[in-house]
Each structure stands twice: as structure tokens, then as C-alpha cells.
């Protein structure tokens, strides 16, 4: 046997008798090798496999003449392998760059914080090339996480799993704000099985990243088993500037609630302050609201309608304002001009309204709360389905809040009077399916008597 290197090469005859040499090449094959070079092929440094030639023609051993022609060739293959593999990784960079793109856009097209948590969820295995992705949020007053969006079968067994706050490997990207890339998770002692167990689910490997709004870790992504190989460095990029687009999307949808929060408490505010004139609607504003609301479960309103319902109802009686307080306040029944006077309020307060852009669309609502059914209401003697829904609406919660609340000049009504009242009214002063489904939310203990 003679073996000798050089250069990288390796050569020999009778390579069997070399203790390198592997026997099962030659068992499974068949095939008996003499006389063996090989090559190694190379990048940069790195090494990408090996050329082997085997028996020369007639026997002859190799010489460096066919060393020098294998290590050119190689070089040509190396080289060839290292730009494949570029164009492998700078395509898949690409793609995921796009899905990226692609994800954020959806993410930022909702101000709906449970729907941006959905779609991020939705997005990770997408975006990570995972089996399956997770979205932990963070509950600051337990200091523990929990699952807020679990999809697929086992999501209800994964939502009852709740971690302390260091506790398992997304309870300690929690706590330190970092991520981490484990190719292992059965290696990690901080691996926590409970949740495999729960779901008869096997994690193999994982990347995690925090998810931090203004420094705050408000919760953790997981990507979990990738299709193909293991998670790299240039995941876990990928994954934190994903991260970076949750968190930005679900702080603006928060600062979007808050607004609408505030927008909707002042103008309950404002409803009130104007309500204390009148000497007996204490939570008139409130009542009507919550009435209107609960009849309108019944009605397949648009979610954009029941927003502009709450509002209306909110600020249906404001043209009070302009109301004097010897009509407003007189106890005991209005005289023909004080009721005319009283009567001007629907109309005042959309001329209020309409200098608010925001606020011009609650105007039908507001405008025409006191509108009939058969025409004998006002401001307009607008009849049936010219009145607007919304109107029809607040219209019986309206009166229904009125019957069944004292007046200086008669006691409430029982409720269940109240309610028959309204049926015998139906298809007369009521829209008849409003008048329905008002009845329906009392049956149904969503108003209650
Ligand atoms: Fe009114």
C-alpha cells in the first residue's frame, strides 16, 4: 500500500489495505477499488465535498499530472457550487424579504388589535418556513404568559398553558428581552415539555424573539420546527424585524382604542351634562344606549352601523341644549308653544352636529328620533323605511325608557306594560321589526325588566 498527500490531495494503490479506507463502499458496491485519488473541493475556506477518481485505465497508478488536472477541475466546481449556493441563499432572502412585505401590509391594514394578532400568528410559519408558530402575550399583573392566539385543534388545549415570566425558553426571551435560536430544544434545560405533553406535539427547534413596544416586551413569537434544516442566524433577523412590524401594528391599533375610547367617553359626557338640566332623566343617555344596542343584536347591523348607533344614541337628545329651561325643567305637562319649543330638539342638534365632520353621519339618527312610523312624528313626518334604522332604533328605546321611568306628571309603567305597549304600537309608531327585536332582547333577559 502506498498513501501520500500533497497539496490537499490524497493518493494510494491498494487503498483497501488503508485503514481510512471505508469497507462498506466495497460491500454494498461490489465494486474493488486499487487505486484511488482524491480532491478536496473548496470555497473560501469552507469545505463542500470531495472528488474521488478510482482505478486508472490499464492499471496504471495516478501521477501529479492527473493531481494537477483534478485539483483544476475542482477548483472549477467549487466555484461553480459556491455561486449555486449564493443563488440559493440570495433567492430565498428574497422571497422571504417579500413575504416580509407582504405580511406587514396586512398587518397594518387593520387598526383591529385581535385581528393583527391573528394574522401575525397566521404569518410565522409563512415567513419562518415553520410547522407552526405561536403568539405569546405577556400579562403584566400575573407576570405570566399565555397563549392569546392558538389556532388549529390542539389551540384550546395550548390556550389553557400559561408561563411564568422566566419560565421555559419563551418565559426567558420575556424576561431578558433577547432572542434565542435553540437547533436543540431537547438539549435546553430551559425547554418546557408541558406543552408538547398537552398537545402530543414534538418541537424539535425553535427560534424566539420578544416582541417590545418602546423597550417593553409585551409578548413573544415562536417559530417552531423548520421544514427544512435549522433555524440560522438570518432567521432569527428575518423573525425580530417581523417582530418590529407586530409591535408597530398592534401599539397604533392600542393608540387607535384609546383615541376611540376618549371620543366616545366625552361625548357620553357631554350627553350628561347637558341630561342633569332635565329635572327627571337621570341615566336617560345610558339606558337608551344600552336598549338600543341590545335590540340591534337582533337586526344584522353592519359593525360601521352599530358604531354609528351607539354614537347617535349617545348624543340623540344634545339639541336640548337649545332647549330654554322653563320648557325643559317645567314639571307637569307643555303647553302648545312649549311643546313646539320641545319638539325643535332633534333639529337643533343637527345643526350642531354638522359643523363636526367627524360626527356627521350619527345626523339621520339623531335627527329623526322622534319620527313615527305612520308619519305623525317630527321634525319631518318622514313614514316607514324613510326613516332611518338607526332612528328607528333609538326611537323605541327611546320610549321604552320613557314609560318605564317616572315623569312629574304620571308614575312609570310595570315593564312588561311597557313592552306590551310597544308590540300593540308596532307597524303604528314602531318600525314593526325594530318593534320585534326590542321585544326579542326583553324575552331574552338582554333588557331587563
Ligand atoms: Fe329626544
Known amino acids: 500500500m502506498r498513501r501520500h498527500c500533497r497539496l490537499d490531495c490524497y493518493v494510494a494503490n491498494k487503498v483497501i489495505d488503508d485503514p481510512l479506507w471505508n469497507k462498506e463502499f466495497g460491500n454494498k458496491t461490489g465494486y474493488t477499488p486499487n487505486d484511488i485519488l482524491g480532491v478536496p473541493l473548496k470555497a473560501r475556506g469552507n469545505i463542500l465535498g470531495v472528488i474521488e477518481v478510482l482505478n486508472k485505465k490499464e492499471g496504471e497508478p495516478f501521477e501529479k499530472r492527473d493531481m494537477d488536472i483534478l485539483t483544476a477541475l475542482s477548483l472549477r466546481i467549487s466555484t461553480i457550487l459556491e455561486k449555486i449556493k449564493l443563488f440559493i441563499e440570495l433567492d430565498r432572502s428574497v422571497k422571504q424579504f417579500a413575504t416580509l412585505a407582504e405580511v406587514g401590509t396586512l398587518l397594518n391594514s387593520t387598526l383591529d388589535q385581535a385581528a393583527i394578532r391573528r394574522r401575525a400568528m397566521e404569518a410565522i410559519t409563512r415567513l419562518m418556513n415553520a410547522e407552526a408558530g405561536s403568539l405569546l402575550l405577556v400579562d403584566d399583573e400575573e407576570k405570566e404568559l399565555y397563549f392569546e392566539v392558538a389556532l388549529g385543534e390542539k389551540g384550546d388545549k395550548v390556550k389553557e398553558i400559561r408561563l411564568k415570566i422566566g419560565e421555559g425558553i419563551a418565559g426567558w426571551v420575556a424576561e431578558h428581552g433577547e432572542s434565542l435560536l435553540i437547533p436543540d430544544v431537547r438539549k435546553d434545560p430551559r425547554f418546557y415539555r408541558l406543552a408538547d405533553e398537552k398537545t402530543d406535539f414534538v418541537t424539535r427547534d425553535m427560534a424566539c424573539v420578544p416582541v417590545k413596544v418602546k423597550d417593553k416586551t409585551i409578548g413573544v413569537l415562536e417559530a417552531i420546527n423548520r421544514l427544512e434544516g435549522v433555524f440560522t442566524e438570518d432567521d432569527i433577523k428575518l423573525f425580530q424585524l417581523f417582530s418590529n412590524q407586530v409591535a408597530i401594528a398592534l401599539d397604533n391599533a392600542r393608540l387607535y382604542e384609546e383615541i376611540r375610547e376618549t371620543f366616545f367617553a366625552t361625548a357620553e359626557a357631554l350627553a350628561e351634562a347637558i341630561e342633569k338640566r332635565d329635572t327627571y332623566t337621570g ?14 343584536q337582533y337586526l344584522n347591523l353592519l359593525p360601521r352601523d352599530l358604531e354609528l348607533l351607539k354614537l347617535s344614541a349617545i348624543l340623540h337628545d344634545i339639541g336640548k341644549i337649545g332647549v330654554e329651561d322653563r320648557v325643559l325643567r317645567k314639571p307637569g305637562k307643555l303647553d302648545d308653544e312649549e311643546a313646539r319649543l320641545m319638539k325643535m330638539h332633534p333639529s337643533i342638534g343637527a345643526d350642531i352636529m354638522q359643523h363636526i365632520k367627524r360626527l356627521k353621519d350619527i345626523i339621520p339618527g339623531m335627527k329623526y328620533h ?38 312629574s306628571y304620571r308614575n312609570k309603567l310595570p315593564h312588561r306594560a311597557a313592552i306590551d305597549e310597544i308590540q300593540k304600537e ?24
Request: hydrophobic fraction near 40%; charged fraction near 30%.
Open 426 to 449: 308596532a307597524g303604528v309608531q314602531f318600525d314593526r321589526e325594530v318593534a320585534e327585536a326590542f321585544v326579542r332582547a326583553f324575552e331574552t333577559g338582554k333588557i331587563e325588566g
Open 283 to 296: 341615566g336617560h343617555t345610558k339606558r337608551v344606549v344600552h336598549y338600543s344596542l341590545a335590540a340591534a
Open 370 to 407: 322622534h319620527e313615527r312610523n305612520d308619519g305623525k312624528g317630527y321634525p319631518d313626518g318622514l313614514r316607514g323605511g324613510d326613516i332611518p334604522i338607526i332612528a328607528r332604533i333609538i326611537a323605541v328605546a327611546d320610549a321604552y325608557d320613557a314609560m318605564t321611568t317616572d315623569r
